[in-house]
């Protein structure tokens, strides 16, 4: 059975940084191609950054030059760093697989909130 657990949330003052973090079981996780999402109030959930079991990442333009995702596959986990946050970066962040732009596990996690102050 496939469990997301995603951690390291919290609240942050504009301009400074957080690191994620998702393990993953019940995958063959190194085979996986990973992505974060996130889902601010009142909005869709969103695709945010993607890592493909080759290592290769793509970032939302929104993020782009200021988050950097990272997989650890000894430990199945999978990492945002998120540098130079901004109040609109507020939301709960997600990690799932990914098959081309489609989430790929039916269960998500519980998700991980991320609060910036302006």
């Known amino acids: 059975q496939v469990q997301l657990v995603e951690s390291g949330g919290g609240l942050v003052q504009a301009g400074g940084s957080l690191r994620l973090s998702c393990a993953a079981s019940g995958i063959i996780f190194s085979i996986v191609n990973m992505a974060w999402y996130r889902q601010a109030p009142g909005k869709q959930r969103e695709l945010v950054a993607v890592?493909?079991?080759?290592?290769?990442?793509n970032y939302a333009d929104s993020v782009k030059g200021r988050f950097n995702i990272s997989r650890d596959n000894g430990k199945n986990t999978v990492y945002p760093q998120m540098n130079s946050l901004k109040p609109e970066d507020t939301a709960v962040y997600y990690c799932n697989g990914i098959l081309a732009t489609i989430p790929r596990y039916a269960k998500w996690g519980q998700g991980t909130q991320v609060t910036v102050s302006s």
């Open positions: 890592i493909t079991s080759g290592g290769i990442t």
